[in-house]
């Protein structure tokens, strides 16, 4: 299966969801060069547990790409274009009705969220609209769109989180996104923040302070409706399911991923250790694989764990394996995507998976 230097450390893959370009993916990179101001400490590096550091309030330039791939036939890669912009943290399509064109939101490490249209017939990503969240030397983290499982003519909402600690509100206007509203969030860099897609008015954050937060937006910030401080390490990442309601899983640096009932958001359905932590979670985009989840772990490569929900659409678990294991990067696991595309279940699904040191991205079948 293809290979790719990617030259700059990766850290997130996307694999784009609309009819027309299920074959096409972007690669984020996230470059760290040398303090502006040198009477600082040395150059930064990914703090100890391994996570991207924000380096709160020192001066740093940071550098990125956003690589667009297209898979040809047989699983061959195709490098399509390249987009220079500030670091990349996280990237997420727009789910689109077929009518309209693919769109990307991308987080950068200069406080701002860009989006970029996808026009098939130049193959390349044009730039939209910048959102300023923060300001420069702050960090766009995370984002997540609000429209994941209903497609829509215009554009979802967005949740972005910064490094700052607070959580950006994003809605439609006019002349695209604008901000709606802001919170403090977390005491530490709130890693991940993800909508509940079953409920477009919760959102859900977790932090470097050892939390898991709900939200309802309707009433701001002044008050989460849940805080879990239940965690050994950080909170890196959260994704509910598109299939099931009221079921999120949930990484962290503790090496397990949690199920949780988003009724009961204090105690996990289940929990597995998966090896490594847990820099990003996704559920299978198939509802035929919607006991199938992706995890990148880090230092422990990349795992697919199947967990038994039972038949039906029960927020139920009765059993959890890790039934394959990716361990061809040598770096940490950071950016790991499921493909759109509807292949035969004795293939497998394509995945394409990045990592950070070693600037590899590989593309595999689970």
């Known amino acids: ?3 790719f230097d990617t030259e700059w450390p990766a850290d997130s893959t996307e694999f784009c969801p609309h009819p027309s370009a299920r074959d096409m993916f972007v690669c984020g990179t996230y470059k760290l ?18 996570a991207i550091d924000s380096h709160r309030g020192k001066p740093q330039v ?6 667009l791939f297209r898979v040809q036939e047989n699983d061959q890669l195709t490098f399509l274009h390249e987009t220079s912009l ?4 996280d990237m997420k399509w727009c789910h689109r009705a077929p009518t309209v064109s693919p769109l990307l939101a991308i987080a950068d490490s200069e406080g701002h969220v860009t989006l970029h249209e996808l026009r098939n017939e130049e193959s390349r990503l ?5 959102i300023p969240c923060a300001s420069s030397d702050r960090l766009c983290l995370s984002l997540d769109w609000s429209n994941r499982r209903i497609p829509t003519e215009g554009l979802g909402d967005l949740i972005v989180s910064l490094s700052s600690g607070s959580l950006s509100l994003l809605r439609p206007g006019d ?14 860099e709130p890693w991940i923040a993800a909508w509940d897609y079953w409920n477009t008015n919760v959102v859900y954050s977790g932090g470097d302070d050892l939390k898991m937060k709900g939200w309802d937006v309707r009433q701001g910030g002044d008050q989460p409706t849940f805080t ?7 909170v890196t990442t959260i994704q509910c399911h598109p299939y099931i309601e009221h079921l999120l899983a949930v990484g962290s640096y503790d090496n397990t991923v949690r199920l949780f009932d988003t009724r009961k958001p204090l105690v996990p359905l289940v929990q597995v250790d998966v090896g490594g932590g847990a820099w990003r979670v996704k559920w299978h985009p198939s509802e035929t694989r919607k006991n199938d989840l992706l995890v990148a ?10 967990f038994d929900t039972g038949k039906g659409n029960a927020t139920t678990v009765s059993s959890t394996e890790i039934v394959q294991r990716f361990h061809k990067h040598t770096s940490l696991a950071y950016g790991v995507d499921w493909s759109f595309a509807e292949d035969g279940e004795s293939a497998g699904t394509l995945v394409a998976s990045c990592s950070f040191y070693d600037h590899t991205l590989h593309l595999w079948r689970a």
Request: proline content about 6%; aromatic content about 8%.
């Open 1 to 3: 299966m293809p290979e």
């Open 33 to 50: 060069e040398q303090y502006q101001d040198s009477s600082l400490d040395g150059p930064g590096t990914p703090d100890e547990e391994g």
């Open 62 to 67: 940071r550098r990125g790409k956003c690589l």
């Open 86 to 89: 500030p670091a990349i943290l």
């Open 126 to 130: 044009h730039q939209l609209q910048s």
């Open 175 to 188: 002349e695209g996104l604008v901000e709606a509203d802001s919170w403090h969030a977390h005491d530490y």
């Open 228 to 234: 879990n401080k239940r965690f050994d390490a950080g």
């Open 297 to 306: 772990c880090m230092h422990d490569g990349f795992k697919v764990v199947r």
